[in-house]
């Protein structure tokens, strides 16, 4: 899972996408929590588009924001979620934009069992922004209309890299890349072929870094 994040610069993003972005970079912060803004890509008829969403997905049916987690949906369960199962089979899929995510780290460097939790940075070795694979929703319910996203989610059980965070003891979940390749077919899958386009997360391109 994922709860926060840094993301991409509006330089990084205009070099995913080639293209130059008309989007205020005083509107999203350099750490994005539940509730914060930040640019995320989806599809349109013109193309890619760049828009401020809002992380943890609010449905179209809400009048106002909702109270409960959104920012991450388990694939294994989305279809049978009331939140989740409307963009999901509607394949209302994003792209977000990141240098790099956060996530808690449970053990000490002896290997042994920590007292307490340490938020390791997770970035890729080369320092470069990557993409993570994401689902949207516009909503013009509100008093400003707006677009939210959540990060879709796996169990990250058997791999080797993103199981070593969270409590030992609890299952271990993950975020998803989107390759450069996969992007624009990922933007425009059909729900049922979304795995596909997703790849792990691994220690051979990425690393972590105890959180200041």
């Not at 956060?102 to 390791?120: C, I, M, R, V």
Request: net charge negative; aromatic share 14%.
């Amino acid at each position: 899972m994922c709860s926060n994040f840094e993301p991409a610069t509006l330089k990084q993003i205009a070099d995913i996408i080639d293209n130059q972005l008309e989007l205020d970079i005083d509107t999203y912060s350099s750490h994005v929590y539940p509730k914060d803004y930040c640019p995320i890509i989806i599809p349109s008829e013109s193309g890619l588009q760049v828009v401020r969403g809002q992380f943890g997905l609010s449905p179209a049916w809400a009048s106002d924001p909702v109270d409960y987690s959104t920012y991450n949906a388990r694939l294994e369960t989305i279809e049978s979620k009331k939140t989740f199962e409307p963009p999901f089979t509607k394949n209302q899929f994003c792209l977000v934009p990141m240098q790099a995510f956060f996530e808690p780290y449970y053990l000490n460097t002896d290997g042994k069992k920590a007292s307490k939790n340490h938020w390791q940075r997770i970035f890729r070795k080369d320092k470069s922004a990557f993409i993570i694979a994401g689902m949207f929703e516009f909503n013009s319910h509100f008093s400003e209309p707006v677009y939210s996203f959540t990060l879709l989610t796996h169990n990250a059980d058997e791999e080797d890299f993103m199981q070593r965070f969270h409590r030992p003891e609890k299952e271990k979940r993950s975020i998803s890349l989107v390759l450069a390749d996969n992007r624009d077919d990922y933007l425009q899958a059909d729900h049922q072929q979304i795995t596909q386009l997703m790849t792990p997360i691994k220690g051979n391109d990425f690393d972590y870094k105890a959180s200041e």
